[in-house]
């Protein structure tokens, strides 16, 4: 391959960005003859975005930070029929509330990372709910469902595998990859959008968007996918026992978001920092070649500058400090995670095993039980030996319960104030 001409081109294939790219010297050539605009489409179902979504909302900062216009587009439209990609069965539909709701929940992640305005590298976000609410059915088979062939769409490996596995696949989910690349074609006249970008697993739906650009428009667009992202023991990111690793503050504390990344395999902190931190090459080099105990302190900066981005350095290094201080210092500390439970509640006794669930260090009573035959929760740093004691106020000490799952996750309980 020729060497690349563009800082964004080069940036994301040096730090492992890149995938797939329907012309790669050709977008490379747009990139480097100056600001080009591209996007990347984020469903609303949930009030925050979560881990998984992070590689691409850092592609796109990549793209504002190299003198490029970044589009965030919103789903409030394709949110109201749900992506059937590689999926088991339908999403579940929500409400126009529920969907208003989530999208205002979005927006705050954005805001972290984006820097939103009108000059040439200004940063847009919009809602395909503005056209696709609006299209009038009829208008819509002809003008744009008459480029589809359905022989084609039946044939991408997303509808395939539902197919294959004779699992329903409604007509409303079948038309999804037609909306969103209707999208693209909408963002090219109303924005000069050519570049969609997304996970690998929408490699099909975007080509249908560059190839609908071509029949409609007679334009040249583009398509560039990053690769799926998972942990080097093959885990899937953005998931724990606990639940999803949100972006929002209000749905994870920066705490527990900097201890997800604290955490982070051995093999997988040179990438990490690569494609979640804004490091210097060199020095990313220079932390993953760090080995025994030394690896530590990578993960514990990879953890702070992820979480710098992601809540603000001050979180971060709040974080950090809690956590020196409660692994290092033994203390406990005001930042660590609080679950309250009622005063009355507590002092009738709470199953050992409840209270973790509660608590969000394990996922249920089952695994619960697997953690205390294993040696893995300890309650105010005693391991939990019998799977069907009770706690209450006895256990209180300066006021608080701490369980542990490990040695890295821990929970303060309280009683809750008031009546």
């Not at 029949?215 to 990053?226: C, G, S």
């Not at 606990?242 to 040179?270: C, I, K």
């Amino acid at each position: 391959m020729t060497a690349l001409k563009s800082d964004f081109m080069q940036t994301m294939t040096e730090r492992g960005f890149v995938h797939q790219c329907s012309d790669l010297e050709g977008l490379d050539a747009r990139f480097a003859s100056g600001p080009v605009t591209g996007y990347i489409g984020f469903d609303a179902t949930a009030k925050s975005l979560h881990v998984g979504s992070l590689m691409q909302i850092m592609a796109l900062r990549w793209m504002q930070k190299t003198g490029h216009r970044p589009i965030a587009l919103m789903g409030g439209g394709t949110t109201r029929i749900g992506d059937p990609s590689f999926k088991d069965e339908a999403r579940k539909l929500l409400t126009d509330e529920q969907i208003d709701d989530n999208l205002a929940g979005i927006r705050r992640v954005f805001d972290r990372y984006l820097a939103f305005g009108d000059g040439p590298t200004g940063a847009i976000m919009t809602n395909n709910a503005l056209w696709l609410n609006e299209l009038r059915y009829i208008d819509f088979l002809r003008d744009v469902g008459r480029h589809f062939s359905v022989n084609r769409m039946l044939s991408f490996d997303s509808v395939k595998l539902r197919l294959d596995r004779e699992q329903s696949l409604s007509f409303l989910e079948f038309n999804y990859m037609i909306l969103q690349a209707y999208d693209f074609v909408e963002l090219h006249q109303r924005h000069g959008c050519i570049l969609q970008m997304g996970g690998s697993d929408q490699w099909g739906n975007i080509i249908n968007g560059v190839d609908l650009g071509h029949r409609m428009l007679d334009a040249q667009f583009y398509a560039l996918t990053t690769p799926l992202l998972t942990t080097a023991s093959g885990q899937k990111m953005g998931k724990t026992a606990a639940g999803a690793v949100w972006l929002n503050a209000d749905m994870l504390s920066p705490y527990e978001f900097w201890q997800y990344w604290r955490n982070t395999e051995d093999a997988d902190v040179g990438r990490f920092l690569k494609l979640f931190t804004e490091l210097p090459l060199a020095e990313i080099e220079r932390l993953a070649a760090l080995g025994g105990a030394e690896i530590n302190d990578a993960k514990k900066v990879l953890a702070t500058e992820v979480t710098a981005l992601a809540h603000g350095r001050a979180a971060a290094e709040e974080a950090a400090e809690t956590a020196r201080k409660t692994f290092e210092e033994g203390a406990l500390a005001d930042a660590l995670p609080t679950t309250e439970v009622p005063a009355a509640e507590l002092s009738a006794g709470i199953g050992v095993l409840a209270l973790f669930v509660r608590a969000g260090l394990v996922a249920s009573n089952g695994e619960a039980r697997r953690q205390v035959k294993g040696g893995g929760l300890r309650v105010n740093d005693a391991a939990v030996t019998d799977e069907r004691a009770t706690l209450g106020p006895s256990d209180l000490v300066d006021g608080v319960i701490k369980l542990s799952l490990g040695r890295k996750k821990h929970v303060l309980v309280r009683p809750a104030r008031g009546p």
